[in-house]
């Protein structure tokens, strides 16, 4: 287990996507959306969950990709991640249904905001590694058009961008609800394409002049491991990719 410097155990977020290829997997997955809820809720180890849907082409559309699901889960330390992952009923039916699964493990390094009205993550003492982005808010109904019609040029820059490993639009209420994950070799070149003139840096001043968001929260990991498999990702220089 690893730990922070007063001996305290690192909060560990895991990110667990899953592909499901088939009609009958699809609609056993919308059902899920309500059934794994309870599962979740028993896991008292278990200190924050989200289960989301994604959106097509690059994710970041408002067009939902029925095929793409994910659960979002913070625990108290790796190890309980990684036996929870492994054991979990709930896991272990969504692996078991899917065609494909990835699991990405993270520590939190910095966050700021809420997510549903609650912190879920506790930044811990900074590493080496691939470092990933998360950001999340909630769209001011009255916005939901501009919004939205930003969005594919911002996806186009992300997607042709050499140095992002992995992308993926999510969110838990679509359209309202809106949640960006990326996965970046370092922080250098994460931070340049957040600086970089473009759809993206224009998109970002207009939500700041005009509120868009009701609630937002912006957080950064470090990927410790990665387990499973997904196609559309690059080989990370961490963990066991079996």
């Not at 490993?165 to 359209?175: S, V, Y």
Request: aromatic letters at 10%; charged letters at 25%; hydrophobic letters at 40%.
């Amino acid at each position: 287990m690893r730990l922070l410097r007063g001996g305290h155990p690192i909060q560990t977020v895991t990110l667990s996507i899953h592909r499901f290829d088939t009609v009958r997997a699809r609609l056993w997955v919308l059902g899920q959306m309500a059934l794994a809820r309870l599962s979740l809720a028993r896991m008292d180890d278990c200190q924050f969950w989200k289960l989301c849907g994604s959106g097509m082409g690059e994710g970041f559309t408002p067009i939902p990709n029925t095929a793409v699901w994910a659960i979002l889960a913070c625990w108290p330390d790796e190890d309980t991640a990684r036996r929870r992952l492994s054991t979990a009923p709930v896991f272990r039916r969504w692996r078991a249904r899917a065609s494909e699964s990835w699991t990405l493990f993270l520590h939190p390094t910095s966050a700021r905001g809420t997510w549903s009205g609650q912190t879920p993550f506790r930044p811990g003492e900074d590493t080496q590694g691939p470092l990933a982005a998360l950001t999340r808010a909630t769209i001011r109904p009255r916005y939901l058009l501009p919004f939205w019609g930003k969005v594919p040029a911002i996806s186009d820059v992300i997607g042709s961008d050499g140095n992002v490993a992995f992308k993926i639009g999510i969110g838990e209420l679509p359209w309202l609800h809106q949640v960006t994950f990326s996965v970046w070799p370092d922080a250098d070149s994460m931070a340049d394409f957040a600086r970089r003139d473009g759809p993206h840096a224009r998109a970002i001043k207009a939500v700041r002049d005009g509120d868009w968001f009701s609630e937002e929260l912006y957080a950064r990991f470090r990927v410790i491991d990665t387990r499973g498999h997904w196609s559309d990702a690059r080989p990370l220089p961490i963990g066991d990719p079996t």
